[in-house]
């Protein structure tokens, strides 16, 4: 039996078969990613793949439910019972989020009286009783209140240094770096410790994007495929290959990867698959770990404007077909990319200056006494407002508006 339709057998078997075709592709000209087209695709597989589950639980009585596209790029096999995590929808909540981090002095370089020094210290009677400060403590996120809801997109905006990659590692659930993590942080109404046990529900994406650069776009997907596909739903092997074939499909459909897949994903020093359509590769990937959170740390650097904006559509697509929950931070982003987010939080020094809906961050600051330029995006005027040498003050609001990050906040809060 077969997961596709004779059409879309022949489709599916033809974009993956071997080429031997060196012939350049042409360059596209439509944007890659095509978020109706997405959506359409996706309904369709899910069709074709329940049709399949309904033939295949007639002759299968194993399986006591039927296997459903969705429940598998959102949960795989669901473990209801030994889990206790019913729904793989996600959302999370903060409420006064602190993170405490040690200065750059808690760690010195040694020489070759630093082990006479130690043993002074330890020689001491004063520090006996007494518990030895490593560093210097200092608030990276002071008191941060907000939420993403399932299906939302989130956008951190902040300089360097302002905490943004610090407040996606911990609503990540990664805290063993920082010295301690205050407030409350919610996941679905799951608490922190009692998460730990759920890791694979929120994934964490650096800047970098990380695969082997030998192998091609279907090798890869296939590869992420053969650890995710359920082994009692789709019992026998040819099922198993069929689907495979067939989310691969949509997959690259959906993130304009069709005339990629036989090109290696390269890096550095292995021509392969430009910066963009590796990011839409790490996206095709993380589909298929069906994650409810994803956080996404200025994953768009280096990209170009085209590139990025195709990127940010692709997490669209990740909220509006799979309900997933996305939270990114960019250091630049074009208007277009920003109007894809629901939401939008600025931070400046780890405090959180304001957190809304996109429509209504510019009209804040610009109420509060900021000017903005002709032809300045958005989230460059957000992000400018936190630095002194580039914000400009709206004539009349001279010494009335918030000169210091605490300022900003108290006017926030």
Known sequence: MSFLSSEDETRSSTLFEDRNDQTEPEEPTEPAVKIDTA???YHATKADVAKLSKANNDTEAAVDAQFDLQDFLEGGVRKEKQAGLKRQRLGVTWRDLTVVGE????????????????????????????????GTDFNIISK???????????????RPGSGCSTFLR????????????QGDVSYGGIAPADFKQYSGQVIYTAEEDVHFPTLTVEQTLSFSLRTKTPGARVA??????????????????????VKQVQTLVGNEFIRGLSGGERKRMTIAEAMTAHSAIYCWDCTTRGLDSASALDYTKSLRILGDTLNKTSIATFYQASEDMYKEFDNVMV???????????????KQYFIELGFDCEPRKSTPDYLTGVTNPQERKIRPGFEGKVPATASQLEAAWL
């Not at 941060?144 to 902040?158: D, H, I, N, Q, S």
């Not at 026998?236 to 067939?246: Q, T, V």
Request: hydrophobic content about 45%; some cysteine; overall charge positive.
């Open 39 to 41: 959506i359409a695709e």
């Open 144 to 158: 941060a209140t907000g939420y993403c809801r399932e299906g939302e997109m989130l956008l951190v905006l902040g």
């Open 236 to 257: 026998e092997e040819a099922h198993k290959r069929s689907f495979r074939e067939r989310v691969a499909y949509m997959l690259v459909n959906m993130l304009g990867l």
């Open 103 to 134: 200065g750059a002095d808690a760690s010195s370089i040694a020489t070759i009286v630093s082990p006479f020094e130690a043993l002074g210290r330890a020689l001491n009677p004063a520090n006996w009783l007494s518990k030895a400060s490593k």
């Open 347 to 361: 931070l400046d020094k780890g405090r959180t200056i304001f957190f809304g809906p996109v429509a209504r961050a």
């Open 170 to 181: 911990v609503l990540a659930n990664m805290r063993d770096s920082y010295k301690e993590v």
